[in-house]
Nanobody
Framework: QVQLVESGGGLVRAGDSLRLSCAAS???????TAWFRQAPGKGRDFVAS????????YYATSVQGRFTISSDNAQNTVDVQMNSLNYGDTAVHFC?????????????????WGQGTQVTVSS
């Protein structure tokens, strides 16, 4: 059974950086991994994704140029480096995996989800 565990969230000030990590277990290879986030009272929004086969990356417009997603296939981890954080980045951040390596920005395409890690940015 696939399990995803996020880590690295916390409370920071506007302009600070955080690095989130997603550790996967229970599968061999071939899944795209994405990060989504959900602020209180809002839907789950796409942040970034990376494909396993070619490491192609995709970003939401709101984080383009500030966030960088990367993977270590040998360790089965996917990190997202978040720089220049602002209040709008406050949310629970989730990692997710699909089963066909698409890297889609649609949450419905992802089968496996972690429990989430809270990121809070004070203004």
């Amino acid at each position: 059974q696939v399990q995803l565990v996020e880590s690295g969230g916390g409370l920071v000030r506007a302009g600070d950086s955080l690095r989130l990590s997603c550790a996967a277990s229970g599968h061999t290879a071939g899944y795209a991994t994405a990060w989504f986030r959900q602020a209180p009272g809002k839907g789950r929004d796409f942040v970034a994704s990376i494909r396993w086969s070619d490491s192609r990356t995709y970003y939401a417009t709101s984080v383009q140029g500030r966030f960088t997603i990367s993977s270590d296939n040998a360790q089965n981890t996917v990190d997202v480096q978040m720089n220049s954080l602002n209040y709008g980045d406050t949310a629970v951040h989730f990692c997710a995996e699909d089963t066909y390596d698409s890297g889609s920005d649609a949450s419905t395409e992802y089968e496996y989800w972690g429990q989430g890690t809270q990121v809070t940015v004070s203004s």
